[in-house]
Every structure is written in structure tokens, then in C-alpha cells.
């Protein structure tokens, strides 16, 4: 049995704090899923799971977010940010500081920040504040969707240091030959590849039967243009990483031969043994 499906589980001797870079349709989820398998410790920290929470369960920050969106506007950074620090500071992981105290969801110092941020077009800081972060095993996890660039990648610094950026590379070609093979089965979201994962009956979902069809944005032209903006805007972002020295690259085909060289790098860097 290959080594990625070896169901090995693995402990941590320090926490891991880890952000997956790569373009779309390369497999962080993929990597993402598994790692957590292997390394039960690890979580996975969305920020656009915990933007939809937070709107959806009707927090200060939730509602000034939709706020946001039902205006046309993009979410700020600031908002983003402070998601992320109070799931940080919820899970214990991350502490304030006694020197700045105040409550997160309700500082009006938030809101004039974003104002001028705003009307600035810039990235806003953070207010002055001490933070401590943990180093425990427990406190390990992936970071997804933020950040995007080196500005953002600068403000979670000065909350808790990223120690593993991880740069998932594979070939353009390799990309688009494996999106321009994939169906789908809409209602009930079951995705095939008629190269690697074929339905038994070709254009048919295996349980129902049904017609599978492809996803809109599926087309080569489509995807060529997503994948250049995504080289484009992770540059800045994976050039602030290497400069802090937790950079790393793995490059690959497919999921299965990119796994065994993150787990082996995961166990070299966090792992007990």
C-alpha cells in the first residue's frame, strides 16, 4: 500500500502553524484533509467558514460584515483578521497581552481604523497590542484563505509567526488537463475524471444514473486566466515567506505523489520522532 494511504497517525512535538499556497485546482483541500488525518492535532482555520458563521450566528463583526457584502463592497482585511484572532483567542491558542485591554467584537477603535483604511485604499494595522501564542501540539493548524498577499501575510505576523508556508507546484498543463476532464453530477455534487476517476458508465453518475454535466467556469480559456492571476498575486506572498526562511516548496502531478513528500517533510519539522 502506497505510503499516503498508510493510515499512519503521527503527534506533533510543537505546534504547527501552516498556510497551503497553490493554484486553484492543485489540491490544497486535498492536502489539507489528509494531513489532518495523519496528524490529528492539526485543525483546519477557514476564513471564509468562519466569515459565514459569525454572519450566520449574528455577531457584532458578522453583521458589519454582511453589512459589506449586501453593499456591493469587499469584506475588509481588518474584518478578516479579527475573525481569525478571536477563533485564535477562543481556542486558547493565541492570548492578548494585559498592557491593550478591550473587548474584540465592540472596540470603535475598530471601526474608525476601517473607515480611514477605506477611504486610504490601504491594509490597516491592528491597534497596539501584545499578543502570546501558543507552542503546544494542540495548538497546530492550517490557515485557509487568508492570506492572499505579503500586506496580509505582515499583519498576521504581528499576531502569531507562520512557521510552514507550503508551495504546492504543478504544471499548468497538468492543471488544465485534469479540470477539462472532470463531470460532475450537480444535484448531489459527486465529481468524476475520465482520466483517473471515470464513472463506470461514461456521462452517467454511478448511483442515480442521471446525465452528468460539466461546471460552467470548466473551460480551458477559463482557467487559463485564473491560473496566471493566481501566479500574479501569490508572487508578492510567497517572497514575504521566503524572506522569513518557512518557505518550501513541493512539486508534483498529482495528490498522491505531492502526499508522501509533505508528510515526510511535516514529520522532519513537528513530528515526535
Not at 502506497?2 to 497517525?9: A, C, I, M, P, T
Amino acid at each position: 500500500m502506497s505510503r499516503f494511504l498508510d493510515n499512519q497517525v503521527k503527534k506533533l512535538s510543537r505546534a504547527a502553524r501552516v498556510i497551503l499556497v497553490g493554484a486553484p485546482g492543485v489540491g490544497k483541500g486535498t492536502q489539507t484533509e489528509r494531513l489532518m488525518k495523519r496528524f490529528p492535532q492539526l485543525s483546519a482555520i477557514s476564513s471564509g467558514d468562519l466569515l459565514r458563521d459569525n454572519v450566520r450566528n449574528r455577531t457584532p463583526l458578522g453583521i458589519r460584515a454582511e453589512a459589506k457584502m449586501k453593499s456591493g463592497d469587499l469584506v475588509p482585511d481588518m474584518m478578516i483578521l479579527r475573525l481569525i484572532l478571536n477563533e485564535l483567542d477562543k481556542r486558547g491558542w493565541v492570548k492578548r497581552g494585559p498592557v491593550v485591554p478591550y473587548t474584540l467584537n465592540y472596540a470603535a477603535e475598530d471601526a474608525a481604523i476601517e473607515q480611514a483604511a477605506d477611504e486610504a485604499s490601504i491594509l490597516p494595522t491592528l491597534p497596539t497590542e501584545s499578543f502570546h501564542y501558543s507552542d503546544a501540539p494542540s495548538a497546530s493548524f492550517i490557515l485557509d484563505g487568508f492570506p492572499r498577499n505579503a500586506a496580509q501575510a505582515a499583519q498576521i505576523d504581528k499576531i502569531v509567526p507562520i512557521n510552514l508556508v507550503v508551495n504546492i507546484s504543478t504544471p499548468t498543463e497538468i492543471i488544465l488537463d485534469r479540470i477539462c476532464n472532470r463531470w460532475v453530477h450537480a444535484p448531489s455534487g459527486r465529481v468524476y475524471n475520465t482520466t483517473f476517476n471515470a464513472p463506470k458508465v461514461p456521462g452517467k453518475d454511478d448511483v442515480t444514473g442521471e446525465p452528468l454535466t460539466r461546471r460552467p467556469d470548466d473551460e480551458p480559456e477559463v482557467w487559463k486566466a485564473r491560473l496566471a492571476k493566481h501566479e500574479e498575486s501569490s508572487l508578492s506572498l510567497l517572497e514575504h515567506y521566503d524572506k522569513k526562511g518557512v518557505l518550501w516548496t513541493v512539486r508534483g502531478n498529482s495528490s498522491n505523489e505531492i502526499s508522501p513528500k509533505l508528510y515526510a517533510e511535516f514529520e522532519r519539522r513537528f513530528s515526535e520522532e
